[in-house]
T-cell receptor, first 114, second 116 residues
């Protein structure tokens, strides 16, 4: 079956703009998590959605937001982009998001903020 | 706050050498432990996981890890590495408790380079 699909693969934006990233989970998976990966900070948890509800949130400013649709697809939005938002944004899915479940990761969206 | 520390940032080995990557976590309660691997140009994928039971767990491609609760450690091992093991390795933890669904705390990662 198809894996986790993230679009677009690459994005270039300028400071102050906003951006929306998309994630389609594996069929049947209802939990979607988002992570930010940077060389300095590594992988950091942004938030997790299940059945269109945000269940869990990391320590990121309110400029980072997300949503999940009824088909489990998820989007994350970053408003008023800053240079420090340049990163690889990874989406991961699992059936329920429970602690003993393995996460399936997408290839990520590489965001560059100029 | 929970945290994960990986001891080595960059490891270079020759083929057939033995590998051990260190991982320590800080959390006093019950945890699930994972090692994920990211091969060049590929997405993150699970190498192995520990939830309970036998503290020595075996994963794919000949990797194994040992959970030592008293040391808060979950070190990854492989007796003989191959060139194809060149990748970045991440140790990760999630902790039992409310509000932790879908949330992994990752270490900084260890880049393994295997020379043929």
């Amino acid at each position: 079956k198809a894996g986790v699909t993230q679009t677009p693969r690459y994005l270039i934006k300028t400071r102050g703009q906003q951006v929306t990233l998309s994630c389609s989970p594996i069929s049947g998976h209802r939990s979607v998590s988002w992570y930010q990966q940077t060389p300095g900070q590594g992988l950091q948890f942004l938030f997790e959605y299940f059945s269109e509800t945000q269940r869990n949130k990391g320590n990121f400013p309110g400029r980072f937001s997300g949503r999940q649709f009824s088909n489990s697809r998820s989007e994350m939005n970053v408003s008023t982009l800053e240079l420090g938002d340049s990163a690889l944004y990874l989406c991961a899915s699992s059936r329920t998001g429970e602690l003993d479940e393995k996460l399936f990761f997408g290839s990520g969206t590489q965001l560059s903020v100029l | 706050a929970q945290s994960v520390s990986q001891h080595n940032h960059h490891v270079i080995l020759s083929e057939a050498a033995s590998l051990e990557l260190g991982c320590n976590y800080s959390y006093g309660g019950t945890v699930n432990l994972f090692w994920y691997v990211q091969y060049p140009g590929q997405h993150l994928q699970l190498l192995l996981k520990y939830f309970s039971g036998d503290p020595l767990v075996k994963g794919i491609k000949g990797f194994e890890a040992e959970f030592i609760k008293s040391k808060f450690s979950f070190n990854l091992r492989k007796p003989s590495v191959q060139w194809s093991d060149t990748a970045e390795y991440f140790c990760a933890v999630n902790a039992y408790g409310s509000g932790n669904t879908g949330k992994l705390i990752f270490g900084q990662g260890t880049t393994l380079q295997v020379k043929p």
